[in-house]
Protein backbone atom coordinates (compact mmCIF):
# COMPACT_ATOMS: atom_id res chain seq x y z
CA UNK A 1 0.00 0.00 0.00
CA UNK A 2 2.64 2.14 0.81
CA UNK A 3 4.33 1.73 -2.62
CA UNK A 4 0.96 2.55 -4.25
CA UNK A 5 0.62 5.79 -2.06
CA UNK A 6 3.64 7.12 -3.67
CA UNK A 7 3.03 5.77 -7.26
CA UNK A 8 5.39 3.22 -7.24
CA UNK A 9 4.58 -0.17 -8.67
CA UNK A 10 3.36 -2.04 -5.44
CA UNK A 11 5.50 -5.64 -6.85
CA UNK A 12 9.04 -4.29 -7.14
CA UNK A 13 8.92 -0.23 -5.74
CA UNK A 14 10.58 0.98 -8.70
CA UNK A 15 8.45 1.78 -11.86
CA UNK A 16 5.67 3.58 -11.87
CA UNK A 17 2.00 3.10 -11.39
CA UNK A 18 0.77 5.87 -12.79
CA UNK A 19 0.22 7.42 -16.46
CA UNK A 20 -1.56 10.23 -15.83
CA UNK A 21 -3.14 12.14 -12.87
CA UNK A 22 -4.89 9.05 -11.84
CA UNK A 23 -4.57 6.54 -14.78
CA UNK A 24 -2.75 3.68 -14.19
CA UNK A 25 -0.93 2.04 -16.52
CA UNK A 26 -1.32 -1.37 -17.96
CA UNK A 27 1.88 -2.74 -16.95
CA UNK A 28 5.14 -1.91 -14.73
CA UNK A 29 7.96 -0.82 -17.17
CA UNK A 30 10.59 -2.52 -14.58
CA UNK A 31 8.77 -5.69 -13.71
CA UNK A 32 6.19 -6.05 -16.29
CA UNK A 33 3.66 -6.30 -13.69
CA UNK A 34 0.21 -6.43 -15.05
CA UNK A 35 -2.11 -3.64 -13.33
CA UNK A 36 -5.23 -3.50 -15.49
CA UNK A 37 -7.18 -6.29 -13.28
CA UNK A 38 -6.99 -3.94 -10.61
CA UNK A 39 -9.92 -2.18 -11.08
CA UNK A 40 -10.86 0.11 -7.69
CA UNK A 41 -14.16 1.60 -9.16
CA UNK A 42 -15.22 4.60 -6.47
CA UNK A 43 -13.65 3.54 -3.40
CA UNK A 44 -10.73 5.84 -3.61
CA UNK A 45 -13.23 8.72 -4.31
CA UNK A 46 -15.32 7.88 -1.10
CA UNK A 47 -12.37 7.58 1.16
CA UNK A 48 -10.82 10.62 -0.20
CA UNK A 49 -14.00 12.50 0.87
CA UNK A 50 -14.38 10.64 3.61
CA UNK A 51 -10.66 11.82 4.79
CA UNK A 52 -11.23 15.43 3.51
CA UNK A 53 -14.04 15.74 5.66
CA UNK A 54 -12.35 14.45 8.84
CA UNK A 55 -9.65 16.66 7.72
CA UNK A 56 -11.03 19.75 7.52
CA UNK A 57 -13.48 19.66 10.30
CA UNK A 58 -10.55 20.12 13.66
CA UNK A 59 -8.52 22.55 10.97
CA UNK A 60 -11.57 24.84 10.39
CA UNK A 61 -12.51 25.06 14.11
CA UNK A 62 -9.15 25.56 14.97
CA UNK A 63 -8.59 28.34 12.13
CA UNK A 64 -11.94 30.09 13.15
CA UNK A 65 -11.36 29.68 17.25
CA UNK A 66 -7.79 31.43 17.43
CA UNK A 67 -8.35 33.57 13.98
CA UNK A 68 -12.44 34.34 13.69
CA UNK A 69 -12.21 35.05 10.10
CA UNK A 70 -15.46 36.81 8.31
CA UNK A 71 -18.03 34.61 7.06
CA UNK A 72 -16.54 35.52 2.97
CA UNK A 73 -13.11 34.49 4.23
CA UNK A 74 -13.82 31.48 5.89
CA UNK A 75 -15.97 30.38 2.65
CA UNK A 76 -13.03 30.91 0.95
CA UNK A 77 -10.51 28.97 3.24
CA UNK A 78 -13.25 26.11 3.22
CA UNK A 79 -13.04 25.93 -0.89
CA UNK A 80 -9.35 26.53 -1.34
CA UNK A 81 -8.94 23.70 1.67
CA UNK A 82 -10.85 21.20 -0.07
CA UNK A 83 -9.36 21.25 -3.76
CA UNK A 84 -5.87 21.09 -2.32
CA UNK A 85 -6.81 18.33 0.36
CA UNK A 86 -8.80 16.54 -2.41
CA UNK A 87 -6.53 16.87 -5.27
CA UNK A 88 -2.94 16.29 -3.03
CA UNK A 89 -5.10 12.97 -1.32
CA UNK A 90 -7.33 11.20 -4.01
CA UNK A 91 -3.55 10.41 -5.55
CA UNK A 92 -2.22 8.90 -2.67
CA UNK A 93 -5.39 6.90 -2.08
CA UNK A 94 -6.02 5.55 -5.04
CA UNK A 95 -2.70 4.32 -5.50
CA UNK A 96 -3.13 2.93 -1.75
CA UNK A 97 -5.72 0.99 -2.94
CA UNK A 98 -4.14 -0.64 -5.94
CA UNK A 99 -1.34 -1.63 -3.70
CA UNK A 100 -3.87 -3.10 -1.42
CA UNK A 101 -5.79 -5.02 -4.34
CA UNK A 102 -2.23 -6.39 -5.52
CA UNK A 103 -1.41 -7.22 -2.02
CA UNK A 104 -4.89 -9.58 -1.49
CA UNK A 105 -4.68 -10.62 -5.77
CA UNK A 106 -7.84 -8.79 -5.61
CA UNK A 107 -8.49 -9.18 -9.34
CA UNK A 108 -11.63 -7.95 -11.54
CA UNK A 109 -12.84 -10.96 -12.92
CA UNK A 110 -15.37 -9.10 -14.78
CA UNK A 111 -18.45 -10.17 -12.51
ZN1 LIG B 1 7.24 -3.20 -10.92
Known amino acids: MGRGAIGRCPN ?3 GKLFTGYLTVGDRCSDCDESFKEYKT ?3 PALLTMLLVGVLLVPILWAGFAV ?3 EPLVLF ?3 IVLTVILTLVLLRLVKGAHVGYFWAIEERDRGA
Do not use: H
Request: with cysteine.
Open 41 to 43: ADM
Open 12 to 14: CGT
Open 67 to 69: FRP
Open 76 to 78: SYI
